[in-house]
């Protein structure tokens, strides 16, 4: 015997988000929708930001900086490197 099903209609789409199933590392889907943020809230206009040109200046000088010592870590730990092989390994 088939029982007939009623149908509920007592659901109702509010728009609130109760998990976020965005993974982090994983790409996200083909479709975007660019007028909303990750929670299906309308993005809102954000103020654009004005440098003066000292403070653009500043800003490369540090990541210029930054490199270069990142750079001299790196070229100073293959010296290290070589040096040991050299005088320990290869002995």
Known sequence: MKKNKKKDDSMIDDGRVIANMNIDGMPRSII????????GKPREEKEKVVLTK???RDIFLGVITSYI???I??????????????N???K
């Open 73 to 86: 870590i790196v070229f100073g730990a293959f010296a290290l490197l070589i040096l040991f092989c050299l």
């Open 54 to 56: 000292k403070e653009r």
């Open 32 to 39: 975007r929708r660019s007028a909303f943020d990750e929670f």
């Open 69 to 71: 010592l990142f750079g």
């Open 88 to 90: 320990v390994w290869f």
